[in-house]
């Protein structure tokens, strides 16, 4: 079946610092890949997502490029802020775009911290 | 206001009572999903609803789970003789259709003594 695996937390960096929270998938058919967002205290948010093999997905200086031939869709950023302290969650779907009958396969979640 | 509203945000019960989410999604929305957050399992996928219908119920943890979905809308997850092991937040997601992005809910905290 579909899985996704992302790197355990936390994850500690200072403001301005660069981020990278690994994903890699494994997947029966051509799935789309999300990050959602979860901040303290709120409900789940969709950051960013890719549908197809080498798209970007991007969204408040974060980016993620769905790279097949490493089944992986990396979360980057340049410089984070302390508001970008939040669980990070990678997902997949194996119909287009959204969910699908199967819903969203999900990574256990990264917490990531910024410390000022 | 506009977003995926669930109903109660916390329920604490005693072991083996019967209890029952509520989820109202987006006006307009036709697909509805239901997910279990928990601390040793993560996000796992429960049920799907396009329309009123879910073809798929294999993804319920037990037969005490059941949901439904009346009026293309709101929609309830019906936890009967709870346990222990079903706490949980519970959190629902709705989309326009199956193919567009799901919006999530801020779910429901269930606690059984």
């Known amino acids: 079946g579909d899985s996704v695996t992302q790197m355990e937390g936390p994850v500690t960096l200072s403001e301005e610092a660069c981020l990278t929270i690994?994903?890699?998938?494994?997947?029966?058919?051509?799935?789309?890949l999300f990050w959602y967002v979860q901040y303290p205290g709120e409900g789940l948010q969709l950051l960013l997502k890719?549908?197809?093999?080498?798209d970007k997905g991007s969204n408040k200086g974060f980016e993620a490029t769905y790279r097949k031939e490493t089944t992986s869709f990396h979360l980057e950023k340049g410089s984070v802020q302390v508001s970008d302290s939040a669980v990070y969650f990678c997902?997949?779907?194996?119909?287009?775009?959204?969910?699908?009958?199967?819903?969203?396969?999900f990574g256990k979640g990264t917490l990531l911290i910024i410390q000022p | 206001g506009a977003g995926v509203s669930q109903s109660p945000s916390n329920k604490v019960t005693e072991k083996g009572k019967d209890v029952e989410l509520r989820c109202d999604p987006i006006?307009?929305?036709?697909?509805l999903y239901w997910y279990r957050q928990s601390l040793g399992q993560g996000l796992e996928f429960l049920i799907y609803?396009?329309?009123?219908?879910?073809?798929?119920k294999s993804g319920l943890p037990s037969d005490r789970f059941s949901a439904e979905r009346t009026g293309g809308s709101v929609s309830t997850l019906t936890i009967q003789r709870t346990q222990q092991e079903d706490s949980a937040v519970y959190l629902c997601?709705?989309?326009?259709?199956?193919?567009?992005?799901?919006?999530f809910g801020d779910g429901t905290r269930l606690s059984i003594l």
């Open positions: 006006s307009g929305h036709t697909a």
């Open positions: 690994n994903c890699t998938y494994t997947a029966t058919g051509y799935p789309s």
């Open positions: 997902a997949l779907s194996d119909t287009d775009s959204g969910g699908g009958a199967d819903g969203l396969t």
């Open positions: 609803f396009q329309g009123n219908s879910a073809p798929d």
């Open positions: 890719a549908t197809k093999a080498d």
């Open positions: 997601a709705s989309s326009l259709k199956v193919d567009q992005p799901q919006h």
